[in-house]
Nanobody
Framework: QVQLVESGGGLVQPGGSLRLSCAASGFTFNDYVIGWFRQAPGKEREGVLCITRRNNIAAFVDSMKGRFTISRDGAKNMVHLQMNSLEPEDTAVYYC????????????????WGQGTQVTVSS
């Protein structure tokens, strides 16, 4: 059974940090790229960062560059999203997703999805 399970979300003050994790199982992890997406209330789901099995990284939103980083642990089938200098605008449900071949900014191209983890940035 394919599973992507996100963890690490929560409430954080502006300027704070969170580290999200995505644990994958049930498929050949190294055949897939893993992307992080987020969806705020009333907004479309948007791509955040994506990482390939060779640790090539694609960043999809300029405002996150320098604040968010992505890493991959092939031995543990996990991908992490480190988020620093968080802003209220970063409040959203964060999802990890998997697809084969290359990173993509289009959510519909990802075949496996986690259930999401809520990130709330507020004072």
């Amino acid at each position: 059974q394919v599973q992507l399970v996100e963890s690490g979300g929560g409430l954080v003050q502006p300027g704070g940090s969170l580290r999200l994790s995505c644990a994958a199982s049930g498929f050949t992890f190294n055949d897939y790229v893993i992307g992080w997406f987020r969806q705020a209330p009333g907004k479309e789901r948007e791509g955040v960062l994506c990482i390939t099995r060779r640790n090539n990284i694609a960043a999809f939103v300029d405002s996150m560059k320098g604040r968010f980083t992505i890493s991959r642990d092939g031995a543990k089938n996990m991908v992490h999203l480190q988020m620093n200098s968080l802003e209220p605008e970063d409040t959203a449900v964060y999802y990890c997703a998997a697809r084969k071949y290359d990173c993509s900014n289009y959510a519909w191209e990802y075949v496996y999805w986690g259930q999401g983890t809520q990130v709330t940035v507020s004072s």
